[in-house]
């Protein structure tokens, strides 16, 4: 098709036109307030584009203007994704960056295929059992300030290791020319928005007792004011040094002995009351870490094949799980209560079976398959009650092969969900029709709050993610070695072996249920991409409250009462907002076009873009 047909179908497109201006998601398009001349200007936001020739989405327009770039430049989906990412651990350095990890899902094209890269942190090969009990009270330490602000939580970062094995295997670009716009904006600095100000306030108290993150992210003890430039220089000269060494300028060292010795012992400032405790990670953790190749988890939803990854996460499983719950239920003939009861029921049986079932494959027996079995799935369909919400927690069932029409839940102990509110995701898509998902974290927002001196980037928390208790019957105990459960799920859709979907979120155990809601919203709903992307969210993770927005409870809590749902406020002890998630997705439209689509308010909004783009024109 002609770009100029093109642009005539997706103008009258029904899909694209319904909805883009519901639910708040219209384009919005910011420059910045009144900065002086000098200070450089942020691109474009918008957070819906419709165009052709690639496409981009992430949470940050600086970000994905790098990704549209190396596109245009003709690189591939993985050069940009990659690019793109390297470019949001210098904007949204508090929820992504080389000291962290992630879960990369690509669609090749050629290969008609989808392929995975799990890049998440490992437990250092020195860590206790018990690193997370205090000896003097025998009990679990405090996530916060205990956990969150230490070293004991660092794991071993698989971030560049995914940028290398990705680029290596799908990508065209090198190592050193992927990181090289992104290097460029570290130089150069970005300019402060209200987000990256209030993230950076809501984590002043642990910024400020590690001497290094302090320097870097409190210049004259305050967060950097709005409107002006951040620069991160430190961060600028590590991508260059990486650049020209490759990844093992990072997990071989200085860099590796520099990252294993802040672990071991953190640089407190002076009167600091935070404990900041030292951890494991030694140069040699850093020197054996390698990314795990693996397949993706399927299901078959309503004749959609839905992509996700697999164990380590358990992502894949339970937005799978949940799906196979959800399709007896038949949620495109039910009214908007029902569809949103069957919803939420669904999500709290799949968490009971992450929570019982999945770990660390390498190290727990993860019964992946029969979780993702049509069978087990109407077994636990059948648990649902049309009109009334079980008590939580609920039980987990028996993905064990053999399944009756209606089977009640086992016994076992309900184990409590891990933390975590930060996180980024973003979307790429080339104009050979490949297409990446990738979801990439440091755990906490500021992670572990510990920055490598002089490198510019911030360490991860992620082994939090692991049960603190060193129970032998839970699959997410810690282990050395071994990966922790997380909930990120990248997750690429086909329909008749061809793209239609690409999605994913932040947000710690919420990002199954917003992934999960998003999609039924779109597929089920009858929502267009923004407006499901913009829809309230609710959050139930086999607890007694569902966690849900303020626009959710205004919306649905008089319909859901009844069914005896109690919607509580979302939101924890260490962020402003009662958000979940910050969804970045992509839609393949008839005639080879693209509906790029990501938050208009969550996280300040976030940024969509196309290669040639139709709408909104720039
Ligand atoms: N650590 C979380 C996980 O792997 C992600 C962090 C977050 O989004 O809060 O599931």
């Known amino acids: 098709m002609t770009p100029k047909k093109l642009a005539a179908s ?13 639910g708040g998601a219209q384009a919005e398009t910011t420059s910045a307030p009144t900065a002086p001349s000098r200070v450089p200007q942020p691109p474009p936001k918008n957070p819906t584009a419709i165009g052709y020739g690639g496409a981009v989405a992430s949470v940050d327009p600086e970000a994905t203007k790098v990704g549209i770039d190396v596109l245009r430049r003709g690189g591939n989906a993985v050069d940009a994704a990659v690019a793109t990412a390297a470019a949001l651990g210098v904007t949204e350095p508090y929820s992504a960056g080389i ?3 992630g879960y990369f899902v690509y669609y090749s094209a050629k290969h008609r295929k989808v392929f995975t890269i799990d890049g998440r942190e490992t437990a250092p090969a020195a860590m206790p059992a018990d690193a997370f009990i205090n000896p003097a009270t025998g009990k679990p330490y405090t996530f916060f300030p205990d956990l969150v602000t230490s070293g004991v939580s660092v794991g071993v970062p698989g971030t560049l290791a995914t940028w290398d094995a990705a680029l290596r295997t799908w990508g065209s670009l090198s190592l050193k020319k992927a990181l090289k716009p992104a290097a460029e904006l570290a130089d150069r600095g970005f300019l ?22 302090a320097e870097l992210f409190l210049p004259g003890g305050d967060a950097p004011q709005v409107g002006t430039v951040f620069r991160n220089t430190d961060l600028a000269d590590t991508y260059e040094l990486i650049g020209r060494q490759g990844p093992s300028a990072f997990y ?27 951890g494991h990670l030694t140069p040699a953790d850093l020197a054996k870490y390698k990314v795990l190749r693996q397949d993706p ?16 996460s358990s992502g894949g499983t ?15 003939r039910l009214p908007t209560a029902d569809a949103l009861h069957n919803y939420l029921e669904a999500s709290a049986l799949a968490f009971a079976d992450r929570n019982a079932y999945v770990g660390d494959p390498a190290f727990v027996n993860v019964p992946t398959r029969e979780l993702l079995s049509k069978g087990f799935g109407a077994e636990r369909s059948c648990q649902i009650d049309p009109d009334k919400a079980a008590v939580k927690p609920v039980k987990p069932g028996s993905p064990d092969g053999s399944y009756t029409p209606c089977a009640a839940g086992v016994s076992t102990t309900a184990r409590p969900d891990s933390k975590g509110v930060s996180t980024t995701h973003l979307v790429a898509a080339d104009r050979w029709g490949n297409v990446v998902s990738y979801t990439l974290t440091i755990e906490q927002t500021g992670g572990s709050g510990i920055t490598v001196p002089g490198r510019g980037f911030l360490l991860n928390n992620e082994l939090t993610d692991f049960s603190a208790v060193p129970d032998p019957a839970d699959p997410n105990r810690i282990q050395p070695n071994k990966r922790p459960r997380s909930s990120m799920s990248p997750t690429i859709v086909l329909k008749h072996g061809k793209p239609f979907l690409a999605l994913g979120s932040p947000g710690g155990s919420t990002i199954i249920t917003t992934v999960l809601q998003t999609l039924t919203n779109r597929v089920d709903r009858g929502m267009s991409l923004p407006r499901a992307v913009a829809a309230p969210r609710a959050s139930q993770r086999n607890t007694a409250n569902v966690t849900a927005e303020p626009a959710f409870i205004d919306a649905y809590e008089d319909r859901l009462t009844p069914y005896g749902h109690k919607l509580v406020l979302a939101g924890d002890a260490l962020t402003s907002a009662a958000e979940i998630g910050a969804v970045a997705a992509l839609e393949f439209l008839p005639g080879g076009g693209y509906l790029a689509a990501a938050e208009p308010k969550r996280r300040g909004g976030g940024s969509a873009a196309t290669v040639h783009q139709l709408w909104p024109r720039r």
């Open 10 to 22: 997706l103008t009258v497109g029904a899909l694209v036109l319904t909805g883009l201006t519901a």
């Open 252 to 278: 071989r060292g200085p860099l590796a002995a520099e990252m294993s010795a802040v672990v071991k012992n953190p640089p407190k400032t002076p009167g600091t009351t935070l404990p900041v405790m030292p």
């Open 192 to 213: 402060v928005d209200q987000t990256f100000r209030s993230q950076t306030l809501d984590n002043k108290a642990r910024f400020a007792a590690v001497v290094p993150t």
């Open 99 to 101: 000291g962290g990890g």
């Open 318 to 332: 339970t937005v799978g799980e949940a799906l196979n719950i959800l399709e007896p239920k038949k949620l495109h």
């Open 297 to 312: 988890t399927r299901v078959n939803y309503r004749g959609l094949d839905v992509y996700g990854m697999a164990p380590s």
